[in-house]
């Protein structure tokens, strides 16, 4: 298995992504810098990481969907290949077009940082075939612009399509539907604002991502 990790100005959650896939993994994992045109050959799986790209000027994600990386990386998630975009990640996918609505600020307007609950809805994509629906899991957010929106439309096409993945259990930052992770129609790219990659194992204080990633190696093998 090969997979490569997205790296932009700002990005913090980088490294933690590439060693939560290279241990669940053993992946052949790589980092791979926004300015290269293109990816290594023969990727299983590329990842988005966290954190504040460009410093979240103009919007957070806008500038880093227009790296020049995020052209190859839209056509390899056409190709089938899975995305998976986190916390910053997710909002680089939807201003990239690989997911529709978009993040805004806070409800709140505050940094949220905490442990959430996530209601699983779908168990059947690539990225959640560890998990049953409707099962509650415990794993950490850490965002500003995390309030998730799109239009009614939107909305009820993601839900009818079985394309929003993961919910919140409460309200977190004010998103519609409480929507904490949605899937592109084929089903390859997530994008989500929890960080599965911070709860890999006891020491983080639970292991409920690492299923996501472990159900990953099954389904791409």
């Known amino acids: 298995m090969r997979a490569a990790v997205i790296q932009f100005p700002g990005s913090n959650c980088d490294r933690d992504m590439a060693v939560a896939i290279r241990d669940v993994t053993g992946a052949d994992t790589s980092i791979v810098w926004h300015g290269n045109s293109a990816l290594p050959d023969g990727l299983d799986l590329i990842a988005v990481p966290g954190g504040f790209s460009y410093g979240d000027y103009l919007r ?60 699983v809805e779908n168990s059947q994509s690539i990225f959640t075939s560890r998990y049953d629906a409707g099962e509650e899991i415990i794993i950490p957010v850490a965002h500003h612009d995390g309030n998730y929106f799109a239009d009614d439309a939107t909305l009820d096409r993601l839900e009818g399509e079985g394309r929003v993945a993961f919910r919140y259990a409460e309200d977190v930052n ?15 790219v997530l994008g989500m604002m929890p960080h599965p ?12 991502g690492r299923r996501m990633l472990e159900g990953l190696i099954r389904e791409i093998a």
């Open 60 to 119: 957070s994600g806008a500038m880093a969907a227009k790296s020049p990386i995020m052209k190859s990386v839209v056509a390899a998630a056409g190709n089938g290949v899975p995305v998976l975009g986190v916390c910053n990640g997710f909002q680089v996918l939807t201003e990239s077009g690989l997911l529709p609505g978009a993040l805004m600020r806070n409800a709140g307007i505050r940094f949220v940082c905490r442990d959430v609950k996530l209601k």
């Open 174 to 188: 004010g998103s519609a539907r409480n929507i904490a992770g949605i899937l592109n129609d084929a089903g390859n």
């Open 197 to 208: 990659e911070r709860m890999i194992e006891a020491m983080q204080g639970g292991s409920d």
